[in-house]
């Protein structure tokens, strides 16, 4: 993967926009569980939205 850190902020940003897109389409959850499995994503995504 790229960019993971910023892939994370996207994700986060995504989910503030619109969470359903994020929490339910299953391309989404796999981009979301691939970045989780980056070490320095993983932190990003704990944060939640609004903390990113």
Do not use: I
């Not at 929490?23 to 499995?37: D, L």
């Amino acid at each position: 993967m790229g960019d993971a850190r910023s892939a994370a902020q996207a994700l986060v940003w995504a989910d503030r926009l619109a969470p359903a897109e994020v929490r339910h389409r299953p391309t989404a959850r796999e981009v979301a569980a691939q970045v989780a499995r980056c070490a320095d994503a993983a932190a990003t995504l704990g944060r939640g939205p609004g903390m990113a």
